[in-house]
C-alpha cells in the first residue's frame, strides 16, 4: 500500500513539484493544501499517513500544527520543511514530535522513507 | 536819817507832806506796823486790796490776826512765824515772792510783799508793801496750761509724722491720727473720710468711745448739707451746731449717734480736696471755737501721709507693674509659646491691676472671640468660644479698636453680659490687641467687688497689650519662618528627586509623605484623572491607614475635593464629607477622612490630576494648607512632565528602532518568499534533471554545476537573511534562536533560556547581542565552551553571553557590541562586558520589560 501523504506548503509552485517528485518516489498524495486551517480539515477528513510540512504558513506555524498532531492518537508522521534550512531546530523538533526537518533544498536528495513510511506504533 | 526829802529837786516840800502825798497816791499798797504789830497806817491802795471801806477798819488791829492768820491749806498761822513781822525784831529786810493775805471777806489772795524796819520812837516797826499778784498768777496758769496743750498737740503730731514717716500703712496712720486728735482735742468722735468720684465718701478711720455708725470702710452719699457736703465743695474749716434740722443720710444717722455739733477740715493732696476729719460733740457740749482749726493741723499730717502714701503706692505698683512687664518680655524674648505667653500674662494684669477676672481672646474671621488666656475664676476659660452680641467689653473693643470699659454688666445683654453676671464679673475694662496694624484680639480685665475699676486701668493695660502683641507677632513670624524653612527643604529634597530622575513612582510616594508631615494632615493621595472620567490614586500615605489605596479607580464624581480641583484647576478645600454625595465621598468617610484640601497638577496645560491631603480629625486643615500643597503638586506636575519627556524619549527611540526592525523582517519575509523560493525551486527543478537518466556527461556536468552554484545562492541568501532578522526568532522567539545560534557554532554552546515569549524590541535586541557576542567569541576568544543565559530579573530581561577564552574584549566605537549599545539604550537598557584579560568575558544586556507584560 503506498503511503498517504499530505503537502502542506503554502507555495503554488512548490506544492506542484512537490506532488510530483513524491508521486515518482512512489506515494500517495492524496491533497496539497496551503494553510494551517486547511490542513487541518484535510487531517481529519483524509487521514493520511504523513505530512509534508512547511514551518512557515500564512495562517500559522508548520511546528505548532506539527505539535497539535502529535497529539492525535492516528498521529501521521510529520516532516517538516522550509524554505529555510535552519528554520528549524534540534530542540524545536524534539518538542513538536515531528520526525524530522529536510530544507526544500535536500529534499530531492534525502531518502524520505525514513521520515514518512513508517506509520507511528501507539 | 537819810538826806532830807526837803531837797527833792529845789522844792521846799516838807518831809511829812510829801510822804503823806506819796502814799496817798501810790498804787502799791503799803502800810506801817508799830513795834507791837499793830496796824499804825494803811494807804488808801491797801485798804482797797484787802477789801476794806476805810482807814478806821485797819488802823490798831493786830496785822497779823487781820489778814495772815491762816496759812493757806486752813491751819493755824501763829504771828510768831510770820516773817512779815521779823524785820521789827532782826531789823532785816523781808520779801516773800509768794504769801497769802486775808481779805475783809475772808477771801484769800496771793501776794507778794516786802518789809522794812522802821525805827520809831517806842521801837521798831515795818513797813510793808505788798502786791496782789492774783491775776499775775492766774495768768501764768492759763499760760502754762495753754503750753501744756501745745505740747500734747506737738507731741501728738510728733507721733503721727513718725508714723507716716516710717512709711506705716495708710490705714493705720489714719486710725493713729483719729485717736490722738480725739485725745488731743479730748473730744468723743473723730472720724477721717474719702471723698469719692462718685460723689460719696467713704470712712477710712476712726476713733470714738462709744459706738457709731461711721466705721473705717462705711460709705455715705453726700446728701445734704452736711459738714462733709460743705467741706467736699468749699475746701474749707467748718463747723455745724445743731443737727436738728440737718437733712440727709449722714444727718440722720449723726442724729442717731447723740451727736449735736460738729466740726471738720479738708484734706488737701495735691491741691485736691482728697477728704476731711471731723470731730464731733455730745448733746450737751459744744465745740469749743477754733477747733476746726486745729483739727487742720492734723489733716495736714494726714495729706502728707496720704500723699506719701500714695507716692509710694503709686512707685510699689510703677515698680510691680515694670516687674511684671519685664517677666512678660523675657517670656517673649525666649520664644515662649502664645499660649505660656497668654496665661503669664493674664496672671500678671490680675495682679499687678488687682482685678482677678482676666481673659485675653483672638477675634475670628466669622466674628466670634475664641478665649486664648485667662486668669482667674469666670466662664470666659481658655478655649471657649463667645459670640459678640450684646455691647460686652469684647464687642465694643473689636467695634472701635480702642479700649473700653463696663462699669456694670447689670446691663450687658448678650451671651457674654449673661455669662459674667453669672460669674459674678461685676465691671471691668478691655484694650485691644493689635498686631502688625491689625486688631488680633483684646484683653479685659474685670473684678467682682463692688469697687469701682480705677481710671488709669485701661492705660496700664494697654502696655500689657503692647508686648502680647509683639509676642504674637514674634510667634507668628517664627512660626512662619520655620514653616518655610520646613517647606523649602521638603520641596528641596523632592526637587533633587525629580533632578535625579529618579522612578517616578518613588517621587510620587516621596511627595505624598512630605507633604502630609508638613502639612500636619492625616493622609495625602496623589490622583490623577483619566480622559474616560476616572479618578487613579497614583500613590498615598497616611498616618493610619486611612488614605485611599493606591491603585484605586473610582468615578471622578460627586461631591469631593477631587472634582472641585478638577472643575477649578485651582486650590480649593472641602471641608466635611459627612453629607456628601458620591462614590468617591462615600470611600473617604469610610476611611475616615473627614474634610480634605487638594492642588492641581497640572501637565502640558491640562488637569492631570491633584494632590490631596486630608485628615480624620475634626477640625479641617488650616487656612492656607492648600496654597502650600500647591507647590508640591508644581513639582509633582513636573516630575510627570520630565517622566513624560524621557518615556516619549524611549519611547520614540523605540519606535525607530522598531521600524527598523520591522522593515528588515519585511526584507527577509520577502527575500524568502521571493528569491529564496525561486532559487529552492531551482535547484529542486535541476535535482529532478539529475535524476533522468541517459544524460550526456556534458550536461550531467552542467547540472551539477547548476546545482552546486545555486545551493551556494541559496546559503548565502540564507545568512544573509539571517544577518538581518532570523526568521525563526520572529516564529518561535528568543530561546529557538539562540539555540539554532548554538547549533551553527563552532564550539559547543549551553543555551538556558526559557520559552516565553517577549516584547518583539527585547527579543531583537536581546538575540543580536546574542549574536555579536557568539561571533565574537568564534571569532577571537580561543574558548573551549560558551554560555548564553537570559533571566528575568525584577522588571528586567538579563542577557548573559559567557565564555572560558582570553579575555580583553571591549566594545571599541564601531564594533559589533558597540551599536548594540545604542539599540540597547534606546530600550532604556545597559550593557556591560567584563572581560578580564585571561579570564573569559562575560556580557550583559539588561533590558526593560514593560510593566503590563509583553504584547500577546
Known amino acids: 500500500m503506498p503511503v498517504r501523504v499530505l503537502l502542506v506548503d503554502d507555495d503554488a509552485a512548490f506544492r506542484q513539484s512537490a506532488a510530483e517528485t513524491l508521486a515518482e518516489r512512489g506515494y500517495d498524495v492524496v491533497a496539497a493544501v496551503g494553510t494551517v486551517a486547511a490542513a487541518r480539515a484535510a487531517v481529519g477528513r483524509l487521514q493520511p499517513d504523513a505530512l509534508l510540512l512547511d514551518v512557515n504558513l500564512p495562517d500559522g506555524n508548520g511546528v505548532a500544527l506539527a505539535t497539535e498532531l502529535s497529539r492525535d492518537p492516528r498521529r501521521p508522521r510529520v516532516l517538516l520543511t522550509s524554505t529555510d534550512s535552519s528554520a528549524v531546530t534540534r530542540r524545536l523538533l524534539e518538542r513538536c514530535g515531528a520526525t524530522g526537518f529536510v530544507a526544500k533544498a535536500d529534499l530531492m536528495a534525502v531518502d524520505l522513507r525514513s521520515y514518512l513510511d513508517q506509520r507511528r506504533d501507539r | ?12 516840800v516838807g518831809a511829812e507832806d510829801f510822804l503823806a502825798a506819796v502814799l496817798q497816791a501810790a498804787a502799791q499798797p503799803i502800810w506801817v506796823v508799830d513795834p507791837d504789830g499793830l496796824i499804825r497806817f494803811a494807804n488808801p491802795a491797801a485798804i482797797a486790796a484787802l477789801g476794806y471801806d476805810t482807814p478806821d477798819e485797819l488802823f490798831g488791829r493786830h496785822s497779823h490776826e487781820t489778814i495772815h492768820y491762816k496759812r493757806p491749806d486752813g491751819s493755824p498761822y501763829p504771828a510768831a512765824e510770820c516773817p512779815m513781822l521779823l524785820p521789827r525784831t532782826t531789823g532785816e529786810t523781808v520779801t516773800s515772792e509768794l504769801d497769802w493775805f486775808f481779805r475783809r471777806d475772808g477771801s484769800m489772795f496771793p501776794v507778794s510783799y516786802v518789809s522794812v524796819a522802821l525805827d520809831m520812837p ?5 513797813v510793808v508793801a505788798f502786791t496782789d499778784i492774783e491775776t499775775r498768777l492766774r495768768a501764768e496758769q492759763v499760760l502754762r496750761e495753754r503750753q501744756a496743750i501745745l505740747a500734747e498737740e506737738q507731741a501728738s503730731l510728733r507721733r503721727v509724722a513718725a508714723l507716716v514717716a516710717g512709711g506705716a500703712a495708710a490705714a493705720d496712720v489714719f486710725a493713729t491720727v483719729a485717736k490722738e486728735v480725739a485725745q488731743v482735742l479730748d473730744v468723743p468722735l473723730v472720724e477721717l473720710s474719702r471723698f469719692d468720684a462718685d460723689g460719696a465718701m467713704t470712712v477710712i478711720g476712726e476713733w470714738a468711745d462709744r459706738p457709731h455708725p461711721f466705721q473705717a470702710g462705711t460709705r455715705w452719699p453726700l446728701d445734704g448739707p452736711t459738714l462733709s457736703a460743705r467741706i467736699s465743695s468749699t475746701g474749707q474749716p467748718t463747723r455745724i451746731d445743731d443737727f436738728a434740722d440737718v437733712g440727709g443720710t449722714i444727718a440722720a444717722a449723726v442724729r442717731s449717734t447723740g451727736v449735736r455739733s460738729a466740726a471738720g477740715a479738708p484734706i488737701i493732696v495735691d491741691g485736691d480736696v482728697w477728704g476731711m476729719m471731723a470731730t464731733a460733740s455730745l448733746a450737751d457740749a459744744r465745740l469749743p471755737d477754733g477747733i476746726e482749726n486745729r483739727l487742720a493741723d492734723f489733716t495736714a499730717l494726714v495729706a502728707t501721709a496720704i500723699t506719701n502714701t500714695q507716692a509710694r503706692e503709686d512707685l510699689r505698683r510703677l515698680a510691680d507693674e515694670q516687674a511684671a512687664l519685664r517677666r512678660v518680655a523675657t517670656l517673649v524674648a525666649e520664644g515662649a509659646t502664645p499660649a505660656d505667653v497668654f496665661a503669664a500674662v493674664a496672671r500678671e494684669i490680675a495682679r499687678v491691676l488687682n482685678l482677678p477676672l482676666v481673659e485675653m481672646c483672638r477675634y475670628e474671621a466669622n466674628g466670634t472671640a475664641t478665649v486664648v488666656g485667662a486668669s482667674g475664676e469666670h466662664p470666659f476659660q481658655t478655649g471657649t468660644n463667645w459670640t459678640l452680641d450684646g455691647p460686652s467689653l469684647t464687642a465694643m473693643v473689636r467695634r472701635t479698636g480702642r479700649p473700653a470699659r463696663v462699669g456694670d454688666y447689670a446691663s450687658v445683654a448678650g451671651a457674654i453680659g449673661d455669662a459674667a453676671r453669672r460669674g459674678g464679673v461685676h465691671a471691668g475694662v478691655g484694650a485691644p490687641i493689635v498686631v502688625d496694624g491689625e486688631l488680633w484680639g483684646v484683653v479685659s480685665a474685670g473684678a467682682d467687688h463692688r469697687e469701682p475699676v480705677p481710671a488709669d486701668a485701661e492705660r496700664r493695660l494697654s502696655e500689657f497689650t503692647g508686648l502680647v502683641a509683639t509676642a504674637i507677632s514674634n510667634t507668628q513670624a517664627r512660626e512662619e519662618v520655620r514653616r518655610l524653612a520646613e517647606q523649602e527643604a521638603a520641596l528641596r529634597r523632592l526637587a533633587t528627586l525629580v533632578a535625579e530622575g529618579a522612578d517616578s513612582r518613588l517621587v510620587f510616594d516621596a511627595v505624598c509623605e512630605e507633604t502630609g508631615r508638613l502639612l500636619g494632615a492625616s493622609s495625602v493621595n496623589l490622583a490623577h484623572f483619566t480622559a474616560d472620567g476616572f479618578n487613579v490614586t497614583m500613590a498615598g500615605w497616611s498616618l493610619r491607614g486611612v488614605h485611599v489605596p493606591t491603585g484605586s479607580r473610582l468615578p471622578l464624581e460627586g461631591d469631593a475635593i477631587n472634582t472641585l480641583v478638577r472643575d477649578t ?9 459627612e ?49 502650600r500643597l500647591a507647590g508640591f503638586a508644581e ?15 524611549v519611547a520614540s527611540r523605540a ?33 529532478r534533471a539529475q535524476a533522468e ?4 556527461p556534458d550536461v550531467e556536468a552542467l547540472v551539477r554545476d547548476g546545482l552546486m552554484l545555486t545551493r551556494s545562492a541559496i546559503d548565502e541568501l540564507r545568512e544573509l537573511a539571517h544577518g538581518i532578522h532570523p526568521a525563526i526568532l520572529t516564529h518561535h522567539g528568543l530561546a529557538a534562536a539562540v539555540d539554532a545560534l548554538a547549533e551553527r557554532a563552532p564550539l559547543p554552546v549551553d543555551v538556558e533560556i526559557p520559552d516565553d515569549r517577549y516584547p518583539t524590541a527585547v527579543e531583537s535586541a536581546a538575540y543580536f ?44 566605537p564601531g564594533s559589533g557590541l558597540a551599536g548594540l549599545v545604542d539599540r540597547l539604550a534606546a530600550l532604556d537598557g545597559t550593557l556591560t562586558v567584563d572581560s578580564p584579560p585571561g579570564r573569559g568575558t562575560h556580557i550583559r544586556a539588561t533590558i526593560p520589560l514593560p510593566a503590563s507584560g509583553p504584547p500577546p
Open chain 2, 1 to 12: 536819817m537819810p538826806d532830807s526829802p526837803t531837797e527833792l529837786g529845789g522844792l521846799k
Open chain 2, 122 to 126: 517806842d521801837g521798831r516797826g515795818a
Open chain 2, 569 to 577: 484647576a485651582a486650590p480649593g478645600r472641602f471641608d466635611s464629607y
Open chain 2, 579 to 627: 453629607a456628601a454625595r458620591g462614590e468617591l465621598a462615600r470611600v473617604l468617610r469610610q476611611l475616615g477622612i473627614r474634610s480634605e484640601v487638594g492642588a492641581p497638577v497640572v501637565v502640558e496645560g491640562r488637569v492631570w490630576g491633584a494632590l490631596i491631603a486630608g485628615t480624620d480629625e475634626e477640625e479641617p486643615l488650616p487656612v492656607g494648607a492648600e496654597n
Open chain 2, 635 to 649: 513639582l509633582v506636575a513636573t516630575a510627570i512632565s520630565n517622566a513624560t519627556a524621557r518615556a516619549e524619549l
Open chain 2, 655 to 687: 519606535r525607530i528602532v522598531e521600524a527598523a526592525d520591522e522593515q528588515r523582517r519585511r526584507v527577509v519575509r520577502d527575500l524568502h518568499d521571493g528569491a529564496q523560493q525561486r532559487l529552492v525551486q531551482a535547484v529542486m527543478t535541476l535535482q
Open chain 2, 693 to 696: 537518466t541517459e544524460l550526456p
Open chain 2, 769 to 812: 547581542v546574542a549574536a555579536e557576542a557568539l561571533t565574537n567569541i568564534a571569532k577571537y576568544a580561543r574558548a573551549s565552551t560558551a554560555r548564553v543565559t537570559a533571566t528575568r530579573v525584577a522588571d528586567d530581561l538579563v542577557l548573559a553571553v559567557e565564555d572560558d577564552g582570553v579575555g580583553g574584549a571591549s566594545p571599541a
